[in-house]
Nanobody, 125 residues
Framework: QVQLAESGGGLVQAGGSMRLSCVAS????????MGWFRQAPGKEREGVSC????????YYADSVKGQFTISRDNAENTVVLQMNSLKPEDTAVYYC??????????????????WGEGTLVTVSS
């Protein structure tokens, strides 16, 4: 139903910043939350952050709180993840996702219904 496209990944040195964008194609009926997940090779998928489409409320994993910022872009159906002070342990494939459930710990823990293909973020030390 929903198609999500991430962009902005690449190579960055430790301490640097990177901005990821996610665009939902067409109309996204029933979608109330969008968020970001990440998965490093050999590690479990981790919920990073989510944002309510309607009111902009946000939730962050403790691991990225104060380091990453999620926001709705000026354009409709677009969500941005600003990543600062990047560390090698932030290296992962980052996935954009969307769901109809509230933004919070639940969706970050259990996952969402719709997923993008992912974009690789590599932080060198």
């Amino acid at each position: 139903q929903v198609q999500l496209a991430e962009s902005g990944g690449g190579l960055v040195q430790a301490g640097g910043s990177m901005r990821l964008s996610c665009v939902a194609s067409g109309r996204v009926p029933g979608t109330t939350v969008m968020g970001w997940f990440r998965q490093a090779p050999g590690k479990e998928r981790e919920g990073v952050s989510c944002i309510s489409i309607s009111d902009g409320s946000t939730y962050y994993a403790d691991s990225v709180k104060g380091q990453f910022t999620i926001s709705r872009d000026n354009a409709e159906n677009t969500v941005v993840l600003q990543m600062n002070s990047l560390k090698p342990e932030d290296t992962a494939v980052y996935y954009c996702a969307a769901d109809k459930n509230p933004c919070g710990l639940g969706v970050l823990y259990h996952g969402m219904d719709y997923w993008g293909e992912g974009t690789l973020v590599t932080v060198s030390s």
